[in-house]
Protein backbone atom coordinates (compact mmCIF):
# COMPACT_ATOMS: atom_id res chain seq x y z
CA UNK A 1 0.00 0.00 0.00
CA UNK A 2 1.28 3.06 -0.95
CA UNK A 3 0.84 6.74 -0.02
CA UNK A 4 0.44 8.00 -4.19
CA UNK A 5 -0.03 11.53 -5.81
CA UNK A 6 -1.48 12.81 -9.49
CA UNK A 7 1.93 14.66 -9.12
CA UNK A 8 4.65 12.17 -8.39
CA UNK A 9 7.36 14.85 -7.23
CA UNK A 10 5.24 15.75 -4.69
CA UNK A 11 5.12 12.95 -1.55
CA UNK A 12 4.27 13.07 2.16
CA UNK A 13 6.41 13.53 4.79
CA UNK A 14 5.54 13.63 8.41
CA UNK A 15 6.71 16.29 10.21
CA UNK A 16 6.38 16.99 14.19
CA UNK A 17 3.32 14.88 14.19
CA UNK A 18 1.83 16.08 10.93
CA UNK A 19 1.76 15.75 7.93
CA UNK A 20 3.03 17.97 4.68
CA UNK A 21 3.35 17.48 0.90
CA UNK A 22 6.69 17.61 -0.15
CA UNK A 23 8.60 18.38 -3.40
CA UNK A 24 12.07 17.28 -2.91
CA UNK A 25 12.78 18.54 -6.71
CA UNK A 26 12.49 22.34 -5.45
CA UNK A 27 12.65 21.34 -1.52
CA UNK A 28 9.74 23.27 -1.08
CA UNK A 29 6.60 22.28 1.36
CA UNK A 30 3.10 23.22 1.03
CA UNK A 31 1.79 24.72 3.83
CA UNK A 32 -1.26 22.68 4.56
CA UNK A 33 -0.66 20.47 7.69
CA UNK A 34 -2.89 17.14 8.30
CA UNK A 35 -3.51 15.85 11.57
CA UNK A 36 -1.94 11.98 12.47
CA UNK A 37 -4.56 10.57 13.14
CA UNK A 38 -6.69 11.13 9.61
CA UNK A 39 -6.79 8.31 7.36
CA UNK A 40 -7.35 8.15 3.48
CA UNK A 41 -7.20 11.44 3.05
CA UNK A 42 -8.42 13.61 -0.22
CA UNK A 43 -6.72 17.22 -0.64
CA UNK A 44 -7.23 19.70 -3.11
CA UNK A 45 -4.67 22.47 -3.29
CA UNK A 46 -3.29 24.65 -5.84
CA UNK A 47 -1.19 21.97 -7.56
CA UNK A 48 -3.62 19.53 -7.79
CA UNK A 49 -5.70 16.89 -6.18
CA UNK A 50 -3.70 14.50 -3.92
CA UNK A 51 -4.83 11.15 -2.29
CA UNK A 52 -2.38 9.31 0.82
CA UNK A 53 -3.21 6.59 3.34
CA UNK A 54 -1.89 7.38 6.87
CA UNK A 55 -0.68 3.67 7.07
CA UNK A 56 -0.01 2.63 10.91
CA UNK A 57 1.75 -0.74 11.40
CA UNK A 58 1.54 -2.88 14.39
CA UNK A 59 5.10 -4.14 15.29
CA UNK A 60 3.84 -7.67 17.24
CA UNK A 61 6.04 -10.24 19.48
CA UNK A 62 5.21 -13.30 21.67
CA UNK A 63 6.74 -15.54 23.72
CA UNK A 64 5.13 -18.96 23.47
CA UNK A 65 5.56 -22.37 25.22
CA UNK A 66 6.75 -24.19 22.15
CA UNK A 67 6.72 -23.73 18.57
CA UNK A 68 3.58 -25.91 17.84
CA UNK A 69 0.52 -23.33 17.51
CA UNK A 70 -1.87 -26.14 16.75
CA UNK A 71 -0.38 -28.66 19.30
CA UNK A 72 -0.52 -27.97 23.07
CA UNK A 73 1.74 -24.97 22.87
CA UNK A 74 0.22 -21.42 23.54
CA UNK A 75 1.00 -17.95 24.30
CA UNK A 76 2.51 -16.45 27.10
CA UNK A 77 3.45 -12.53 26.61
CA UNK A 78 2.17 -10.12 23.83
CA UNK A 79 3.90 -6.97 22.91
CA UNK A 80 2.39 -4.63 20.53
CA UNK A 81 3.69 -1.15 19.69
CA UNK A 82 1.55 0.75 16.93
CA UNK A 83 4.16 3.08 14.83
CA UNK A 84 3.66 5.35 12.07
CA UNK A 85 5.47 5.12 8.70
CA UNK A 86 8.40 7.08 10.36
CA UNK A 87 8.49 4.68 13.76
CA UNK A 88 6.87 7.26 15.61
CA UNK A 89 4.88 5.39 18.97
CA UNK A 90 1.27 5.61 18.67
CA UNK A 91 0.29 3.03 21.35
CA UNK A 92 1.82 0.38 22.88
CA UNK A 93 0.37 -2.64 24.95
CA UNK A 94 2.31 -6.08 26.74
CA UNK A 95 0.52 -8.45 29.10
CA UNK A 96 1.92 -11.69 30.14
CA UNK A 97 -1.00 -14.62 29.42
CA UNK A 98 -1.66 -17.54 31.76
CA UNK A 99 -1.61 -20.42 29.34
CA UNK A 100 -3.10 -22.44 31.97
CA UNK A 101 -0.32 -25.22 31.16
CA UNK A 102 3.62 -25.29 32.09
CA UNK A 103 5.49 -22.49 30.49
CA UNK A 104 7.87 -24.51 28.38
CA UNK A 105 11.34 -23.68 27.62
CA UNK A 106 11.75 -20.85 30.92
CA UNK A 107 15.55 -20.33 30.17
CA UNK A 108 14.40 -19.07 26.73
CA UNK A 109 11.79 -16.99 27.51
CA UNK A 110 12.57 -15.73 31.65
CA UNK A 111 9.03 -15.86 32.18
CA UNK A 112 8.55 -17.82 35.55
CA UNK A 113 5.14 -19.68 37.14
CA UNK A 114 4.90 -16.59 39.65
CA UNK A 115 4.70 -13.74 36.86
CA UNK A 116 2.02 -15.50 35.26
CA UNK A 117 0.01 -16.39 38.83
CA UNK A 118 -2.65 -13.49 38.72
CA UNK A 119 -2.36 -12.82 34.37
CA UNK A 120 -5.45 -13.05 31.92
CA UNK A 121 -6.04 -15.93 30.12
CA UNK A 122 -5.91 -14.68 25.77
CA UNK A 123 -9.38 -14.91 25.81
CA UNK A 124 -9.62 -12.06 28.22
CA UNK A 125 -6.94 -10.13 26.09
CA UNK A 126 -8.50 -11.03 22.71
CA UNK A 127 -10.77 -7.06 22.50
CA UNK A 128 -7.17 -5.34 24.10
CA UNK A 129 -5.33 -6.88 21.10
CA UNK A 130 -8.02 -6.44 18.47
CA UNK A 131 -8.43 -2.39 19.30
CA UNK A 132 -4.68 -1.65 18.84
CA UNK A 133 -3.93 -3.73 15.56
CA UNK A 134 -7.45 -2.93 13.65
CA UNK A 135 -6.86 -0.62 10.66
CA UNK A 136 -3.34 -1.58 11.19
CA UNK A 137 -0.71 -4.35 9.10
CA UNK A 138 0.79 -6.39 11.33
CA UNK A 139 4.66 -6.33 11.14
CA UNK A 140 6.83 -9.14 12.54
CA UNK A 141 10.30 -10.84 12.86
CA UNK A 142 9.02 -14.31 11.16
CA UNK A 143 5.64 -13.12 11.27
CA UNK A 144 4.24 -16.36 9.86
CA UNK A 145 4.50 -17.73 13.22
CA UNK A 146 3.28 -14.87 15.09
CA UNK A 147 0.41 -15.04 13.40
CA UNK A 148 -0.22 -19.25 13.54
CA UNK A 149 -0.31 -18.93 17.24
CA UNK A 150 -2.76 -15.72 17.17
CA UNK A 151 -5.23 -17.19 14.77
CA UNK A 152 -4.74 -20.53 16.76
CA UNK A 153 -5.57 -18.51 20.01
CA UNK A 154 -8.91 -16.91 18.41
CA UNK A 155 -9.91 -20.67 17.21
CA UNK A 156 -9.43 -21.80 20.50
CA UNK A 157 -11.66 -18.41 22.63
CA UNK A 158 -14.02 -19.28 19.27
CA UNK A 159 -13.69 -16.16 18.36
CA UNK A 160 -14.60 -15.57 14.06
CA UNK A 161 -12.24 -12.97 12.24
CA UNK A 162 -10.52 -12.36 8.92
CA UNK A 163 -7.28 -11.67 9.95
CA UNK A 164 -4.93 -13.51 7.77
CA UNK A 165 -1.57 -13.20 5.90
CA UNK A 166 -2.44 -10.61 3.60
CA UNK A 167 -2.65 -8.85 6.96
CA UNK A 168 0.74 -8.80 7.49
CA UNK A 169 4.55 -7.93 6.58
CA UNK A 170 7.58 -9.86 7.51
CA UNK A 171 10.86 -8.14 9.01
CA UNK A 172 12.98 -11.44 8.21
CA UNK A 173 12.21 -10.51 4.29
CA UNK A 174 13.42 -6.96 4.98
CA UNK A 175 16.19 -7.65 6.60
CA UNK A 176 17.39 -10.32 3.70
CA UNK A 177 17.32 -7.35 0.75
CA UNK A 178 18.66 -5.08 3.43
CA UNK A 179 21.76 -7.01 3.80
CA UNK A 180 21.15 -7.45 7.77
CA UNK A 181 21.41 -10.42 9.88
CA UNK A 182 18.97 -12.88 9.88
CA UNK A 183 18.35 -13.92 13.15
CA UNK A 184 16.47 -11.12 15.45
CA UNK A 185 19.77 -11.17 17.79
CA UNK A 186 22.47 -10.11 15.42
CA UNK A 187 19.92 -7.36 14.01
CA UNK A 188 19.84 -6.05 18.02
CA UNK A 189 23.74 -6.60 18.09
CA UNK A 190 23.78 -4.28 15.52
CA UNK A 191 21.79 -1.83 16.19
CA UNK A 192 22.50 -1.82 19.70
CA UNK A 193 25.25 -3.57 20.72
CA UNK A 194 23.37 -5.39 23.60
CA UNK A 195 21.63 -8.83 23.34
CA UNK A 196 20.48 -8.82 27.42
CA UNK A 197 17.00 -9.10 26.72
CA UNK A 198 16.34 -10.64 23.82
CA UNK A 199 13.85 -13.38 23.33
CA UNK A 200 11.34 -10.95 25.81
CA UNK A 201 8.74 -9.43 23.80
CA UNK A 202 9.18 -6.00 24.90
CA UNK A 203 12.63 -5.91 23.51
CA UNK A 204 11.81 -7.98 20.39
CA UNK A 205 9.52 -5.44 19.52
CA UNK A 206 11.90 -2.30 20.49
CA UNK A 207 14.27 -3.81 18.03
CA UNK A 208 11.98 -3.57 15.03
CA UNK A 209 11.01 -0.11 16.48
CA UNK A 210 14.54 0.92 16.13
CA UNK A 211 14.67 -0.52 12.03
CA UNK A 212 12.36 2.18 11.75
CA UNK A 213 14.91 4.81 12.51
CA UNK A 214 18.06 3.21 11.14
CA UNK A 215 17.12 1.71 8.33
CA UNK A 216 13.94 3.43 7.33
CA UNK A 217 11.83 0.15 7.29
CA UNK A 218 8.66 2.20 7.32
CA UNK A 219 9.77 3.24 3.17
CA UNK A 220 10.07 -0.57 2.60
CA UNK A 221 6.76 -1.46 4.21
CA UNK A 222 5.05 1.14 2.61
CA UNK A 223 6.21 -0.27 -1.16
CA UNK A 224 4.86 -4.03 0.17
CA UNK A 225 1.69 -5.02 -1.05
CA UNK A 226 -0.92 -5.83 2.32
CA UNK A 227 -4.00 -5.19 3.49
CA UNK A 228 -4.93 -3.23 6.69
CA UNK A 229 -6.83 -5.19 9.14
CA UNK A 230 -10.38 -4.37 9.00
CA UNK A 231 -12.59 -6.36 11.71
CA UNK A 232 -15.98 -5.24 13.49
CA UNK A 233 -16.35 -8.02 15.79
CA UNK A 234 -14.24 -6.38 18.57
CA UNK A 235 -15.47 -8.15 21.67
CA UNK A 236 -15.18 -6.03 25.31
CA UNK A 237 -12.51 -6.54 27.71
CA UNK A 238 -11.83 -4.41 31.19
CA UNK A 239 -8.48 -3.93 30.79
CA UNK A 240 -7.37 -1.31 29.09
CA UNK A 241 -4.63 0.06 26.08
CA UNK A 242 -1.56 2.22 27.16
Known amino acids: MNRTSIDPSWQIQEHNNKYKFYNEKHNTYLGETYNITLFDITRQTSQGSYIFNNTNYSIIDLETTGLYP ?8 VSIKKVTQSGNLLESYLTLINPRRDLGPVSLHKISNIDIEDAPEFEEVI ?34 HNISEKNTLCTLKFAN ?15 FGNIDKLHTAENDTEVIKGLFKSHNLGKWLDN ?10 IPNTSSKIS
Open 70 to 77: RGNDRIIE
Open 127 to 160: GNILNLINNTCLVAHNVRFDLNFLLAEFERANFS
Open 224 to 233: QDFELINTEN
Open 177 to 191: EAGLPRKLEGIQNQL
